[in-house]
């Protein structure tokens, strides 16, 4: 897909399934325009996730953590924090994330990380579920 949006100019066949390796390449390759219309589409599914599948939103969240870490860009992680608090799924996610005390155990730091990022000064709803699981 990337190879078509370079040559055609434009992201037609951009779905949220390849979307994090045509944001890479984008990036990696310094092609501006499309790094510019990877965010707007990611942009673009944000303001749809009110009417989203969880495990949709969740895609989105990933995808924007993995453009905050590996790609050091924070444009999209930063509009994933809003959505998110914007949307009130922050104890939903980090539930989702840490189930159980067990498995806060083997939750790798990364998502560790994640976590307490999108929590941010909300860091109650990460106490609050890591103490229900006590």
């Known amino acids: 897909?990337?190879?078509?949006?370079?040559?055609?100019?434009?992201?037609?066949?951009?779905?949220?399934?390849?979307?994090?390796?045509?944001?890479?390449?984008?990036?990696?390759?310094?092609?501006?325009?499309?790094?510019?219309?990877?965010?707007?589409?990611?942009?673009?599914?944000?303001?749809?996730?009110?009417?989203?599948?969880?495990?949709?939103?969740?895609?989105?969240?990933?995808n924007g953590w993995f453009d905050h870490e590996d790609l050091k860009k924070d444009r999209l992680w930063t509009l994933v924090i809003e959505a998110i608090r914007y949307l009130g799924l922050l104890e939903k996610i980090i539930s989702h994330f840490i189930p159980s005390i067990e498995a806060f155990k083997t939750v790798p730091s990364t998502t560790i990380d994640m976590l307490v990022s999108l929590a941010g000064k909300q860091d109650k709803y990460l106490y609050k579920v890591l103490l229900q699981n006590v």
């Open 1 to 62: 897909c990337f190879v078509d949006c370079v040559y055609s100019g434009g992201i037609d066949l951009l779905e949220m399934s390849i979307f994090r390796n045509v944001n890479k390449m984008a990036h990696v390759f310094e092609v501006e325009w499309l790094v510019g219309r990877c965010e707007g589409y990611f942009t673009e599914c944000l303001a749809k996730s009110e009417n989203s599948d969880f495990y949709e939103i969740l895609s989105l969240v990933k």
